[in-house]
């Protein structure tokens, strides 16, 4: 054709794209279907050395369906048979290719799946009750935890200061509204936690060693750890 002074020139374009799913079947086989197509357009020219050419143009789709099979050994080493069938333009054709995967490092990984807590498995740290303590609270062991709102004989109702975590069956103070971390200021009684809403909280009192009575406006303390 060089003798002769003929010159071919060819022009191509393509693109295409690809879907699958991994299945798995058993722990030892993974089943892979895929569907693919590929677009291809193609155009060539021949021209002499007297200024003539012809060209020449051709489009063509190919869809292909696949099934690959995962076969995978005691050792992970992972053995593939994949067959296919390509569909271009009324052409079949049928394809079965074969793959083999070596494992090269083995490295077992040791990991604990999440599990959703049962209720009650973690338990909350309670503060010490004062009658278990040995030496007095200190200034940043005690906590205002609200006023007394209520009294009726032996029984109160206190609102609780925001972000205050009080629980029932928890043994509580009760202090004068002077009472500003003196240690000096003798309490008014202990009481017990019966009942806790969101804001508010019903006391019962369980030792009243200074015969003090309950009355509004009233503080109840915590003492913490």
Do not use: W
């Not at 051709?58 to 050792?75: C, E, P, Q």
């Amino acid at each position: 054709m060089d003798q002769n002074g003929i010159d071919v020139f060819t022009d191509s374009f393509g693109f295409g794209g690809r879907i699958y799913s991994n299945i798995a079947v058993t722990p030892g086989l993974d089943l892979i279907p895929a569907v693919s197509f590929t677009y291809i357009t193609t155009e060539g020219t021949v021209k002499d050395n007297f200024g003539s050419s012809v060209s020449e143009s051709d489009n063509s789709t190919v869809v292909s369906l696949a099934l690959n099979f995962g076969i995978r050994n005691d050792s992970g080493n992972i053995f593939f048979v994949t067959p296919t069938i390509s569909l271009n333009e009324g052409d079949t054709a049928f394809f079965l290719s074969l793959g083999y995967v070596f494992l090269t490092s083995k490295q077992k990984i040791n990991s604990t799946p999440f599990s959703k807590p049962k209720a009650g498995e973690f338990e909350i740290q309670r503060q010490q009750p004062s009658h278990l303590r040995t030496t007095p609270p200190t200034e940043t062991e005690r906590e205002i935890v609200g006023k007394i709102t209520k009294v009726i004989g032996n029984y109160a109702v206190v609102k609780l200061n925001p972000n205050t975590q009080v629980f029932e069956g928890m043994r509580l103070d009760v202090y004068e509204p002077e009472y500003l971390f003196d240690l000096n200021i003798p309490k008014v009684c202990s009481v017990n936690v019966f009942k806790v809403t969101t804001s508010q909280a019903a006391l019962e009192i369980i030792e009243n060693d200074n015969n003090g009575n309950l009355q509004v406006g009233q503080l109840v303390v915590m003492l913490n750890k």
